[in-house]
């Protein structure tokens, strides 16, 4: 079963940093292009950072500066550092995933989410 797992939320005060992970695992060859989204309560789900396959990294202007987009082919992870959290960063973090798996298909995966609070 393919499927992307993150980790790495929680509770950070205001102007603290977090780093998400996103794994992928099961019947797959590699992580082609990714992305980081996020969902705040009565809002619609956001992008906020992508890399694609030749590392190539684009975010939104929201977050430049503040975040960083990385991955670890050998790991099948990307990763999402935060820093100088702001209380309205508070959501649920998603990753989304172009696959290829072992029959040669790309297939887009989402992975559960995970939640990020900031405090004041």
């Known amino acids: 079963q393919v499927q992307l797992v993150e980790s790495g939320g929680g509770l950070v005060q205001a102007g603290g940093s977090l780093r998400l992970s996103c794994t992928a695992s099961g019947n797959i060859l590699r992580i082609n292009d990714m992305g980081w989204y996020r969902q705040a309560p009565g809002k619609e789900r956001e992008l906020i950072a992508r890399?694609?396959?030749?590392?190539?990294?684009d975010y939104a202007d929201f977050v430049k500066g503040r975040f960083t987009i990385s991955r670890d082919n050998a790991k099948n992870t990307v990763y999402l550092q935060m820093n100088s959290l702001k209380p309205e960063d508070t959501a649920v973090y998603y990753c989304?995933?172009?696959?290829?798996?072992?029959?040669?298909?790309?297939?887009?995966?989402w992975g559960q989410g995970t939640q990020v609070t900031v405090s004041l």
């Open positions: 989304n995933g172009i696959l290829r798996l072992r029959n040669g298909i790309d297939y887009s995966y």
């Open positions: 890399i694609i396959s030749s590392g190539n990294t």
